[in-house]
């Protein structure tokens, strides 16, 4: 990775926020990227560590901006590759107080996705904005396309009696069919006696 | 035997494919934009596209270890349609991404007035992005179109290494060959191209900036036909070297041109093929 250079990058954007919207799209070939493509959920690439440094930026450069920072958000996102918008879903934690709710939206487009890597990188710490109802069909997504429940920010405070039933439910229906049921969502059930979980509820 | 096949329309085929793919050698592609077999009638529909291009294809290509390129542009057939060309405004936001090699499928479908200014518009655009332009040669009146095709170029002012002139036959190769521009064939199941007649064509002019593509889609094809002409040309006396040069080495000279593929390519290799170019740029 090119410290100087992103460095130079993030200077440049919070002093006119503008110039993320070419910045961002360039960043992996200019700045750094891990090589080749990789299917895997949560997989460390420094693109995407380079991404988020620029959104950081953003954020100090729209200070007191929300509704700006979060219309500059939304664009990146709506004109992302996919490389992009798993930066934007990832970067979110970071721009959390700034943007408020703002973002939830593009939560719910990731978790419509059927890209692991795009619905591991919207159950990060911002996903704590999700309604209950939400963020537990987002959690049973995981299941579904193989993404590793310790992606899940909060999972172990936030599981509740509600979540484990549909886990349950879902366990029950591959064992009914025959198929194993992923050692993620075992161990969820198992955590029953847990003394810190129900919160929600 | 490496393949790297430099025209394929993926978003049309299956997971089956991609897999049929990845066991006869095939490593990476790309899938130019182009028409869906059924018209758009608005720019979203290009948008939803373009995003499937970039995003969720990659993906799936991505499952089966093949590197997923592609090329962004509003084609020839609807350049023609006024509610699709307000399209080539958006195109800049997607031609400064990773994985898009080229600007591309340009060229003519009926030599129309409007698609000659939209090709002639998205060569500036390949112009100005220092991207490679993959350009579609008609079906109908292809020599003529072939010729247009060549003059808008050298107008343009573009170097005609940065151009692959796609979908030639024996008729239009050598006009192609003698500007300079890069020769693609597809080679289809019963149209267009079929591997013992490339194997005829590699041996009369060589291996030079020839690109062979299945050009599969949505129509009846092959994403097969890429290995299918290795063989052809392996038993045909060429060596595995030569087959290794058309199928992985020239698409890759020639896309690496736009300093966005997103291959591993092995250093020495690297240092040997594309001294000087900023393929994988800042990836040590
Ligand atoms: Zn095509």
Request: charged residues 30%; contains cysteine; glycine residues 8%.
């Amino acid at each position: 990775m090119n410290e100087s250079l992103l460095a130079e990058r993030c200077a440049e954007i919070a002093a006119d926020h503008t110039r993320i919207r070419t910045r961002f799209p360039a960043a992996a070939r200019e700045i750094g990227r891990t090589p080749g493509t990789s299917p895997e959920p949560g997989a460390e690439r420094v693109e995407d560590d380079v991404r988020v440094r620029l959104l950081v930026a953003l954020r100090d450069g729209l200070a007191g901006e929300a509704d700006a920072l979060s219309a500059e958000v939304h664009d990146l996102y709506r004109f992302g590759d996919a490389d992009e918008r798993r930066a934007v879903l990832l970067g979110l934690g970071e721009l959390g107080d700034a943007i408020g709710d703002r973002a939830v939206d593009l939560l719910h487009d990731a978790l419509r996705t059927n890209d692991p890597r795009l619905v591991a990188a919207a159950m990060g710490t911002y996903a704590a904005r999700l309604d209950p109802a939400a963020w537990r069909q987002a959690v049973l997504k995981c299941l579904f396309v193989g993404v590793p429940l310790r992606l899940v920010a909060d999972l172990d405070r936030r599981a509740d009696d509600e979540l484990r039933r549909m886990v349950a439910d879902y366990a029950g229906e591959r064992r009914a069919a025959g198929r194993e049921v992923p050692a993620d969502a075992l161990a969820l059930l198992s955590e029953h006696a847990h003394p810190h979980t129900s919160r929600e509820t | 035997m490496r393949i790297f096949d430099p025209h394929i329309h993926m978003s049309s085929r299956t997971t089956d494919d991609y897999e049929a793919m990845a066991a006869a050698g095939v490593q990476a592609l790309v899938e130019p934009a182009f028409w869906l077999g059924q018209p758009r009638t608005s720019v979203d529909s290009f948008v939803d596209y373009f995003d499937a291009l970039v995003g969720w294809e990659r993906f799936r290509a991505s499952q089966f270890g093949i590197a997923h390129h592609c090329t962004i542009a509003l084609n020839p057939k609807e350049a023609n349609d006024p509610r699709c060309t307000p399209v080539l405004d958006l195109l800049p936001r997607y031609l400064a991404k990773d994985g898009v090699v080229a600007v591309g499928e340009v060229g003519f479908d009926s030599m129309t007035e409007d698609e000659e200014k939209a090709f002639s518009h998205q060569l500036e655009l390949a112009k100005e992005f220092a991207l490679p332009a993959l350009v579609h040669t008609p079906h109908r009146d292809k020599l003529a179109g072939t010729r247009r095709t060549l003059d808008l170029v050298d107008a343009a002012g573009i170097e005609p290494g940065m151009v692959v002139v796609d979908h030639l036959n024996e008729v239009t190769v050598d006009v192609v060959d003698e500007a300079g521009a890069w020769m693609g064939f597809s080679i289809y199941p019963d149209t267009k191209m079929d591997p013992d007649r490339m194997v005829a064509i590699l041996q009369r002019r060589g291996l030079d900036r020839v690109l062979v593509n299945s050009a599969a889609d949505w129509g009846k094809s092959d994403p097969l036909r890429t290995r299918a002409t290795g063989e052809a040309m392996l038993a045909a006396g060429f060596t595995e070297d030569d087959v290794d040069r058309v199928l992985w080495r020239n698409p890759v000279e020639f896309f690496g041109q736009s300093g966005r593929l997103l291959l591993d390519v092995p250093e020495a290799e690297q240092g040997a093929t594309f001294a000087g170019n900023s393929l994988l740029r800042g990836e040590r």
